[in-house]
């Protein structure tokens, strides 16, 4: 028999430095790495790669690759943007095959996402859950679903009405020839496919998605339905926690008390 490799996946994280950063790629490196072969987490990083950061990503077992977008801080709206188009650059240029995924660093991911992201042929979709902005319940975003097809969109925020698709950074995966072979996808133009910051917050996500399909009927609906939540956005960090050089505590962790001191009398 002729078995059909499984196929690749091109998951892209941005990442910069802030005090739970260790934290954040070290959980999402536990859950890609129970993640069958073959896969390719592509690390982006603003200006250089940090000393830190690449200590840890050699240490997860993780096939990696640790980029820098040189991108001028001064000029840009949101980092997050530039990074990405960092990894779609090196995708593109060295046209790796697979299914990417913008999977940020501080979302909370299930492994069976990882493993549904194999069934995508062109450009898959799911609902995202997320945390409302008073941080009291829940919402979602994303598709609505009769079984593989996308029929609608779950959307809670008035003022993003005006998005064509109603998607979560996190709740899209495409497959990665789209960039680099317009002929296959029928593409009409060979203009490179970038997200833009050029447009209001909020609408990254839509105008990015208009440049790879052109309606719903080139999506497909990702479980039966679209009825499971395999990733959340929680939106929970607090800025005002201090980046920890180095990622060390200052103080070591030795006793306070010895041992014999805290058993308790007969």
Known sequence: MDLVPPKQLIVVTP??????????????????????????????????????TAGLLRKTGV?????????????????????RNAALDHIQSHQLDGIVYFADDDNIYTLELFHRLREIRRFGTWPVAMLAP????AILEGAICNASQVIGWHTNEKSKKLRRFHVDMS??????????????????????????DSVREGFQETTFIEQLVE???????????????????????????R??????????LSAVLPAHSLLLPV
């Open 15 to 52: 990442t910069y430095n802030r005090a739970f950063q260790a934290y954040y790629l070290n959980r999402l490196a536990q859950v890609l790495a129970l993640v069958p072969p073959p896969v390719l987490w592509i690390v982006v990083e603003m200006k250089s790669t940090a000393a830190e």
């Open 63 to 83: 096939p990696f690759r640790h980029l820098v977008c040189n991108r001028n801080m001064t000029d840009v709206k949101d980092r997050g943007v530039h990074q």
């Open 134 to 137: 008073s941080k009291n319940k």
């Open 171 to 196: 709740g899209f995966a495409f497959n990665s020839a789209i960039l680099w072979d317009p002929k296959r996808w029928k593409r009409s133009t060979g203009t490179p496919i970038r997200q833009l």
């Open 215 to 241: 309606d719903e009927s080139q999506m497909e609906g990702i479980l039966p339905g679209c009825a499971t939540i395999m990733n959340w956005h929680l939106h929970l960090e607090s800025f005002k926690q």
């Open 243 to 252: 980046y920890p050089k180095g990622w060390f505590l200052q103080k070591d």
